[in-house]
């Protein structure tokens, strides 16, 4: 993978403060370096290679097979569902890359909490349009229920969203997220009455 010579790398206590949040992680940090360095970075080793290339990966699998999938045919006038699916599943390993590619710009810490942030608003996306599908056929027998929902869980998420971006520690970031989870477990508890009668009858044929 080393195609270029890189430059000297640094050690964890050599390494800029905002980039010191893992003292497991003891050397292969990227010195301070502009746009065209990072992206130089691709092709030498370091300590970020790894989560570059394995979601970079996965973002062009999802680029890929995603248009070659998904039942565009099948979805009618619920076609947006297959948007927001493609949303969810591009959004995370996007942010993602960006965020590992580039934390080690010259810009410093302004540059890398922006970076965080975009980072996460991949997970907000994941959290949040690619449960917006599940809500809908979880509803299947209770379509009525369904703009609620949809734009109930949407709110929430947003909530979530703002609350794990301005989160000032890991923690109290994966807990803005609790709201979600619990949302998603109280609709699909809802339908298990549906669920236990669809076992025992046969679907219709539409």
């Known amino acids: 993978m080393a195609f270029l010579a890189g430059p000297r790398l640094l050690d964890w206590a050599s390494s800029p403060p905002h980039l010191q949040f893992n003292k497991f992680v003891l050397t292969g940090y990227r010195p301070a370096s502009s746009g065209s ?3 130089r970075s691709l092709f030498y080793l370091h300590n970020e290679l790894g989560n570059i290339y394995t979601h970079g990966l996965a973002l ?3 680029l890929v097979l995603l248009p070659l999938t998904m039942p565009w045919g099948q979805l009618g006038k619920d076609g947006w569902l297959g948007g927001t699916h493609c ?4 959004a995370p390993p996007a942010g993602s890359v960006l965020y590992h590619l580039f934390m080690c710009h010259q810009g410093g810490s302004p540059v890398y909490t922006r970076l965080l942030a975009l980072d996460m608003c991949g997970v907000c996306l994941v959290n949040t349009l690619g449960a917006l599908p599940i809500i809908h056929c979880t509803l299947a027998c209770r379509p009525w229920l369904r703009p609620a929902a949809l734009v109930g869980y949407t709110m929430l998420s947003g ?3 703002w609350r794990a971006l301005t989160a000032p520690s890991t923690s109290a ?3 803005a997220f609790g709201w979600q989870a619990g949302a998603r477990l109280l609709l699909h508890a809802g339908v298990v009455p549906d669920l236990l009668w ?3 009858h ?3 044929l539409d």
């Open 159 to 161: 909530v979530a969203g």
């Open 60 to 62: 062009l699998g999802f």
């Open 173 to 175: 970031r994966l807990r």
């Open 198 to 200: 669809a076992a025992h």
């Open 37 to 39: 360095g990072c992206l």
């Open 202 to 204: 046969a679907c219709p």
């Open 87 to 90: 949303v969810a599943c591009l």
